[in-house]
């Protein structure tokens, strides 16, 4: 099963979706795939904390700031579940390299494969993204570009994955497929 969980900042998305992912794993292993950049000692102790959470809840964490499709060699069984947190980190990592700035085209590209790789690879695959469109701010072309890029991927990965819950408040809210609450 593939489920997305969307919401705005500090609705909650994040709690559901381990939640869900602890409820959905029979037993295997569960794994977070992390996709925060650690570029700092304060970075450093933010990730530090969220990886003795996640283990107190069985999760074995993977820190894949980008290339996600990477952790699929890490499961040790075709029932594992995974949990991808989050889709905005990994579009801004993928966009953003030392390389210079991708265009939002392949950046959606690059993660949409790499995401359909960790959803062949796992059982369940739980993806947490952002609500990022609806503040009505005219922002600068560059975060335009990265605001397009993650719609693009949003889209994509609401058609193929089998249920859709926006989270706002932390209620979620079926828009796909069956209520996973």
Same mark, same amino acid.
């Given at each position: %099963? ?8 500090? #609705?909650?998305? #994040?709690?559901?979706?381990e939640?869900?992912?602890a409820r ?10 992390a996709?925060? /950049? ?11 904390? !969220? ?11 993977? /820190?894949?700031?980008?290339? =996600?499709?990477?952790? =699929?060699?890490?499961?040790? !069984? ?6 991808l ?42 993806i947490v ?7 009505g701010?005219?922002?600068d072309?560059?975060t %335009? ?6 719609? %693009?991927?949003?889209?994509g990965l609401?058609?193929f #994955?089998?249920? =859709?819950?926006?989270v =706002? ?9 069956e209520?996973?609450?």
């Amino acid at each position: %099963m593939v489920a997305l969980i969307i919401g705005g900042s500090g #609705s909650g998305k #994040s709690e559901f979706a381990e939640k869900l992912a602890a409820r959905i794993s029979d037993g295997y292993e569960k794994y977070y795939i992390a996709t925060m /950049e650690i570029f700092d000692e304060e970075s450093e102790k933010k990730a530090e904390r !969220h990886r003795m959470a996640r283990a107190d809840g069985g999760f074995r964490t993977l /820190e894949t700031p980008r290339n =996600v499709s990477a952790a =699929v060699g890490t499961a040790a !069984h075709a029932e594992d579940t995974a949990l991808l947190e989050c889709v905005s980190n990994l579009t801004a990592n993928e966009m953003f390299t030392a390389d210079g700035i991708k265009t939002c085209e392949y950046t959606a590209e690059k993660v949409l494969a790499d995401i359909k790789e960790l959803a062949v690879a796992f059982k369940n695959l739980v993806i947490v993204t952002n609500n990022v469109f609806e503040d009505g701010i005219d922002y600068d072309k560059t975060t %335009m570009e990265y605001i397009r890029a993650l719609g %693009m991927i949003n889209k994509g990965l609401a058609e193929f #994955s089998d249920s =859709v819950t926006e989270v =706002v408040a932390g209620i979620p809210l079926a828009l796909k497929g069956e209520r996973l609450c």
